[in-house]
């Protein structure tokens, strides 16, 4: 029904910058929530950003290890979500998933049912 691809992963080192690209095909119309999660060895997988809502407007979350260095956002009309990876920390080296859902109710902080192939994000110190 919806497929997810993931681009932007790579190397880089503290400090730095990457912005990760989640592009949606098929039955893009139904999706309302979109996310970013990562799992780093021996840990579970964690939300790191969500938006939810359409053109009229939508809502975001971020967890509190990435609030204020890391930016979600949609270009509806692309079928893209984005995620801005600023001041980069070893911390944050992980496999990040784009995620998709076109569930009810619609929050940011949901788990859609829809997960991309993951991108390797790696930062060295």
């Known amino acids: 029904q919806v497929q997810l691809v993931e681009s932007g992963g790579g190397l880089v080192q503290a400090g730095g910058s990457l912005r990760l690209s989640c592009a949606a095909s098929?039955?893009?119309?139904?999706?309302?929530?979109m996310g970013w999660y990562r799992q780093a060895p021996g840990k579970q997988r964690e939300l790191v950003a969500g938006i939810s809502g359409g053109r009229s407007g939508s809502s975001t979350a971020y967890a509190d290890s990435v609030r204020g260095r890391f930016t979600i956002s949609r270009d509806i009309d692309k079928n893209r979500v984005y995620l801005q990876m600023d001041s980069l920390k070893p911390e944050d080296t992980a496999v990040y998933y784009c995620?998709?859902?076109?569930?009810?109710?619609?929050?940011?902080?949901?788990?859609?049912?829809?997960w991309g192939q993951g991108t390797q994000v790696t930062v060295s110190s």
């Open positions: 098929g039955n893009t119309f139904s999706i309302n929530t």
């Open positions: 995620n998709a859902g076109a569930g009810r109710p619609s929050a940011p902080r949901i788990v859609g049912k829809y």
